[in-house]
T-cell receptor
Framework: IAGITQAPTSQILAAGRRMTLRCTQD?????MYWYRQDLGLGLRLIHY???????GKGEVPDGYSVSRANTDDFPLTLASAVPSQTSVYFC??????????????FGPGTRLTVL | GQNIDQPTEMTATEGAIVQINCTYQ??????LFWYQQHAGEAPTFLSY??LDGLEEKGRFSSFLSRSKGYSYLLLKELQMKDSASYLC??????????WGAGTKLIIKP
């Protein structure tokens, strides 16, 4: 099935623990993104990747890291989770980043609670 | 700074028409997107405008005025399944999307 998958669907995590959120797409899209969505706020970009092998920082990158070893996978790692990282995390992809009309396709999201 | 403003919540009646407004101030402009997001689900693409004017797609239309930094999403013949949040996002000078907080649309029978 074409699209983006994320794992886990939800997770409760103790503060200070390390956690990796997984994201895989099978559309052969060049660009991938990680967002967090909090009540009352718009989606905020954490990190992005324009193509395999490259990554960049978004609006709220602190406390998060990413890697893009291949086209399909774009994991997001919280090195030492804190309660303020409680959020819903969405992974997205688009065919490219140049050109304004690049529709982003979203995964189903991961609901993360840090206690 | 960059800013996208849209109403927090709107209520409309089944079968009616509703207009959801979005105003923006961004560093550069490479188009404006509207997405729909049902509760607990991922956002899905509705429309894209880069030139001034109205784009119609079935029951949904989207309008853009670049000189006014303004867009609206028009939903006609409202159905209960249209109850969702509607997200406005602007592609800035770096082709990054800047997102509004979303407008929660409640449809009443």
């Amino acid at each position: 099935i074409a699209g983006i998958t994320q794992a886990p669907t939800s997770q409760i995590l103790a503060a200070g623990r390390r956690m990796t959120l997984r994201c895989t797409q099978d559309m052969r899209h060049n660009a991938m993104y990680w967002y967090r969505q909090d009540l009352g706020l718009g989606l905020r970009l954490i990190h992005y990747s324009n193509t395999a092998g490259t990554t960049g920082k978004g609006e709220v990158p602190d406390g998060y890291s990413v890697s893009r070893a291949n086209t399909d996978d774009f994991p997001l790692t919280l090195a030492s989770a804190v309660p303020s990282q409680t959020s819903v995390y969405f992974c997205a992809s688009s065919e490219d980043t140049s050109g304004g009309d690049n529709e982003q396709f979203f995964g189903p999201g991961t609901r993360l609670t840090v206690l | 700074g960059q800013n996208i403003d849209q109403p927090t919540e709107m209520t409309a009646t089944e079968g009616a028409i509703v207009q959801i407004n979005c105003t923006y101030q961004t560093s550069g402009f490479n188009g404006l997107f509207w997405y729909q997001q049902h509760a607990g689900e991922a956002p899905t693409f509705l429309s894209y405008n880069v030139l001034d004017g109205l784009e119609e797609k079935g029951r949904f239309s989207s309008f853009l005025s670049r000189s006014k930094g303004y867009s609206y999403l028009l939903l006609k013949e409202l159905q209960m399944k249209d109850s969702a949040s509607y997200l406005c996002a602007v592609s800035d000078s770096n082709y990054q999307l800047i997102w509004g907080a979303g407008t929660k649309l409640i449809i009443k029978p």
